[in-house]
C-alpha cells in the first residue's frame, strides 16, 4: 500500500483477481489511532476499506497512526 496516503476523494481505485476488475471511486481518506477498528464493522452499502501504518515515531520505532482510505464501486456503464 505504498503511496496510500496520496490517494484523495474522487481518484480511481482499479482492483484485480485473475480477469476480473472491478473499480473504485475514493469517497474519503483520514487517519486513525492505531487500536481504532470502527473503521472495520460493516457499511451501510458496499464499500472497499484500504488501512495501511503511517506516521512513522523514530522515537518509539512504531508507527503511530493508520490511514484509511474508503471507496465505493463505480456503477457499471451500458
Do not use: H, Y
Amino acid at each position: 500500500f505504498w503511496g496510500l496516503g496520496e490517494l484523495a476523494p474522487g481518484d480511481e481505485i482499479v482492483v484485480t483477481e485473475g480477469s476480473i476488475e472491478r473499480r473504485f471511486v475514493v469517497t474519503r481518506t483520514f487517519k486513525v489511532e492505531p487500536d481504532d477498528w470502527t473503521v472495520t464493522a460493516p457499511t451501510d452499502g458496499p464499500t472497499l476499506t484500504l488501512l495501511t501504518c503511517t506516521e512513522w515515531d523514530t522515537a518509539n520505532g512504531i508507527f503511530s497512526q493508520r490511514m484509511v482510505v474508503q471507496a465505493v464501486p463505480i456503477a457499471s456503464q451500458g
